[in-house]
């Protein structure tokens, strides 16, 4: 079953199901305008460090998202953050969102501004509180975008407080806000080994009619108990081997390969591409014979 969609306005162009894509980076833009037809299948960009963009920079943006599908990961709408939502810029993110048909939009499940901006996506406490607070933004933040959103589970390192485990927080977050989930394989397997949970026993808590698409992304090791969600190097084994297990629980779902900084050429990114649609194929093929 797949998210719901009945916030969404005509006219808008989502990824299918069994789709790959990559971020859009300032620093890939050339290759990314020049790559062969069919080497990805969608984009996604921040908003954030688009709005307002023009010349050169602007006009690729508007090209590729005529010639690719785009879907927006925020970065600094701080949904959990204490400070009031700043409303002109979700007002100008709907305005960005209208003009490049974006049917999915996604933001942290954290915050990140407090009387300005802190350049970190800082963890919210697993508590009955903090669902209230974050899913009344949500909501908010919902009516304005006039769209369902999404929200990333995030890595953490450190837990503020908790009445309930991560798990047991999102559920509670999805159905008190009626939003989706993105959901960010990579960031469920660092934080069971930073946290000590099962990863496999965490995604089967999860509700898949929420779940509007996956992000797998590198991670450093800095010790066989210490991860860092670093989006910097490639995908290890272990998260592709996550991906599988989330594909057999909740079905396929678009994926994006996220990659910040430390770009390799485009051709290796598109190899992990080719990782993504094996996996989504060989799920599809399971269900077919299931």
């Avoid at 989502?14 to 790959?20: G, L």
């Avoid at 508590?127 to 908010?140: D, M, P």
Wanted: negative net charge; charged residues 20%.
């Amino acid at each position: 079953m797949a998210a719901t969609t009945d916030r969404l306005p005509g006219n808008l162009r989502a990824p299918a199901a069994a789709s790959a894509g990559l971020g859009l980076r300032r620093s890939l833009l050339d290759a990314l305008a020049a790559a062969p037809a069919g080497a990805f299948d969608f984009l996604e960009c921040a908003p954030d460090n688009w709005v307002g963009v023009g010349g050169r920079l602007g006009e690729a943006l508007a090209e590729l998202s005529r010639r690719h599908p785009l879907t927006c990961h925020g970065l600094s709408l701080s949904l959990g953050g204490p400070s009031p939502l700043d409303v002109a810029f979700l007002q100008r993110t709907r305005r960005f969102l209208d003009q490049h048909q974006v049917a999915l939009y996604s933001e942290h499940l954290s915050w990140c501004s407090d009387d300005g901006h802190l350049y970190e996506l800082l963890p919210l406490p697993f508590t009955g509180e903090a669902v209230r607070h974050v899913a009344a933004r949500i909501r908010q933040a919902q009516d304005i975008l006039g769209r369902r959103i999404a929200v990333e589970n995030a890595s953490y390192y450190a837990v503020p407080a908790a009445d309930m485990d991560e798990a047991g927080f999102i559920n509670a977050v999805l159905e008190e806000a009626d939003c989706d989930l993105l959901l960010d394989v990579n960031n469920v397997y660092v934080n069971a080994i930073n946290h000590g949970y099962d990863a496999h026993a965490f995604l089967a808590r999860l509700p898949s009619a929420r779940i509007a698409s996956y992000h797998v992304a590198g991670h450093h090791d800095e010790a066989d108990d210490l991860k860092i969600d670093t989006h910097g190097m490639p995908v290890k084994h272990d998260v592709w081997q996550l991906l599988a297990a989330s594909h057999a629980l909740h079905g396929v779902r678009p994926t994006l390969l996220e990659r910040d900084f430390n770009f390799p050429p485009l051709p290796e990114l598109l190899d992990e591409l080719q990782v993504i649609r094996r996996l989504q194929q060989a799920a599809a093929t399971e269900h077919a014979h299931g």
